[in-house]
């Protein structure tokens, strides 16, 4: 079993900047790979990020390549997305995942995922 907490979303201005964070707990967190996605009500899920159980390789969507950064502390089993440049199509509510299976690459699938946050909302006005 894992959990996963989200926070750091709020309300910015567009070219705000944010920061998210995903605490897990319950395994071994430095073993799985991580993602990032987010959904608008009424949309489907969308990949935003992900990045290997070691944190050398990290995917991006190009909607959000150049100006999100993805990146995870082992040891303090968190990983974080960094938002720059926030543009009013990036509002959604965000979620990380966890794919549990031993040190596979990341993937952009969500279904790969197994187990889901409680999602954080980020607001961008204009």
């Known amino acids: 079993q894992v959990q996963l907490v989200e926070s750091g979303g709020g309300l910015v201005q567009a070219g705000g900047s944010l920061r998210l964070s995903c605490a897990a707990s319950?395994?071994?967190?430095?073993?799985?790979?991580m993602g990032w996605f987010r959904q608008v009500p009424g949309k489907e899920r969308e990949f935003v990020a992900a990045?290997?159980?070691?944190?050398?390789?990290?995917y991006y969507a190009d909607s959000v390549k150049g100006r999100f950064t993805i990146s995870r502390d082992n040891a303090k089993n968190t990983v974080y997305l960094q938002m720059n440049s926030l543009k009013p199509e990036d509002t959604a509510v965000y979620y990380c995942?966890?794919?549990?299976?031993?040190?596979?690459?990341?993937?952009?699938?969500?279904?790969?995922?197994?187990?889901w946050g409680q999602g954080t909302q980020v607001t961008v006005s204009s």
């Open positions: 995942a966890a794919d549990i299976n031993f040190r596979r690459p990341p993937t952009c699938w969500g279904n790969e995922y197994d187990y």
């Open positions: 990045i290997s159980w070691s944190g050398s390789s990290t």
């Open positions: 319950g395994r071994t967190f430095s073993d799985y790979p």
